[in-house]
């Protein structure tokens, strides 16, 4: 995403103008956008007119318009954004207040209003703007007869094809049909692979599975691309990294994020850190759960007593179409953020988000421990209890 202009005022109102240049960049797009936002693009309109003999026709016209939003649609695998919302400004083509659906292109740019700017908003801008933070790694998890071929990025994991291919069982005295259904399963994978991933920027492709499918698979893949001279894959060959998984669904790619060698290779990337993070919390809540907390009513209180080391939030919770809150969720990076915390914004479409999600969407991991007044607690209701609720520090 390139920002070609950024406006803000001192009351967080204001502007910025945009070029989609990946198709990633229309989820970050997708997580900005919020009811009620006002929002100027080109887009194609048809327009009818009346001939001087009074038949009518219909013609396609490139305009601008400006609306105030009112439904978003994204559809993950196109990677498509479509805005609906009301004109808002005077066009000769579109009447004050009709309804248009504005779909977002890539490499057109397009400016976004807001009344108000929150950091959460200006942080995911600017670190969709930096190009030292782009996808590169792919992923193929495979069994016998399943493989799914996926595009990891900082943001999202995509499938990008799921291979389904029955295998007949190996006969006494046969395996004829089971190794060509072997055969035709791992050719399906290849061709997948040379229509997916592009190695020019993909540094790592992690194939995973149980037992000894990947390697086999690799074997085959090598030694079809020595015979068709397929200089791409042969002169990649170091960037497949062989990892062992529990099966070949979308799911075991949780698994194959905590695999060391994965790690290694992955070191410096935000999908790593959140990896990170959430083993720690775990291993935090497995051995001193008075220091990892979830769940936004004892996150709340953890965050008042700045307790707070590390903070993790998955951004579902920010585009929540209830105003107040998304805003609770803000206040509380804000006064994370206040107490010098590690804020990570987990992607939902990602694995580890997946997984936060499964803690309500937010958990923190904190600086030193505290027990949860329970008495308190109870007086007021449990879920929603006063944000001034005194909590003790253990001696843990």
């Known amino acids: ?19 989609p240049e990946q198709p990633e960049d229309m989820w ?18 048809g327009v009818k007119s009346e001939t001087a003999t009074g038949s009518v026709s219909t013609d396609r016209v490139r305009l601008k318009l400006t609306i105030s939003i009112e439904d978003v649609f994204f559809d993950v695998q196109a990677g498509a954004l479509r805005i609906n919302g009301r004109n808002i400004a005077e066009n000769k083509f579109v009447g004050f207040g009709q309804y248009h659906t504005l779909d977002l292109e890539m490499n057109q740019p397009f400016t976004l209003s807001k009344p108000e700017w929150d950091l959460i908003s200006l942080q995911r801008i600017k670190d969709a703007c930096d190009i030292t933070r782009q996808a590169d790694v792919a992923a193929v998890t ?28 190996k006969r006494r005295g046969s395996a004829t049909n089971y190794e060509k259904g072997v055969q035709r399963f791992y050719e ?36 079809q691309a ?35 060698q994965i790690k290694a290779r992955l070191a410096d990337t935000k999908a790593a850190q959140e990896v990170k993070a959430i083993d720690s919390f775990y291993h ?30 998955t951004d579902e919770l920010f585009r929540a179409a209830d105003i107040p809150t998304r805003k609770k969720y803000i206040q509380l990076v804000e006064d994370a953020q ?29 600086n030193f421990p505290l027990i949860i007044d329970s008495d308190a607690e109870d007086s007021d209701g449990g879920e929603e209890s006063d944000p001034g609720t005194p909590l003790t520090p253990s001696s843990g």
């Not at 970050?28 to 194609?44: G, M, R, W």
């Open 284 to 313: 935090m809540l497995n051995n001193n759960p008075d220091r990892a907390f979830y769940g936004y009513a004892d996150v709340r209180k953890a965050a008042d007593n700045g307790a707070i080391g590390t903070l993790m939030v």
């Open 1 to 19: 995403m390139k920002l070609l202009k950024q406006f803000i005022e001192k009351s967080r109102a204001g502007y910025v103008r945009l070029i």
């Open 28 to 45: 970050h797009i997708y997580n900005l956008i919020q009811k009620e936002d006002q929002l100027e693009a080109s887009t194609v309109r």
């Open 226 to 260: 020595a015979k068709a001279e397929d200089k791409t894959l042969m002169e990649n060959k170091s960037k497949f990294l062989l990892v062992h998984t529990s099966s070949g669904h979308k799911g075991a790619l949780e698994e194959v994020m905590r695999d060391p």
């Open 188 to 223: 399906q994978i290849y061709r997948g692979i040379k229509q997916h991933i592009d190695f020019s920027v993909v540094k790592v492709v992690i194939l995973g599975s149980p037992g000894f499918v990947r390697d086999q698979f690799f074997e085959y893949m090598m030694a």
């Open 142 to 169: 495979m069994q016998e007869g399943l493989a799914v071929i996926c595009l990891l990025t900082q943001y999202m994991t995509v499938v990008r094809q799921k291979i389904e291919v029955p295998i007949p069982r």
């Open 338 to 366: 206040a107490s010098n915390a590690d804020i990570l914004v987990f992607s939902s479409l990602h694995v580890s988000g997946e997984q936060l999600n499964q803690l309500a969407g937010v958990a923190a991991i904190l």
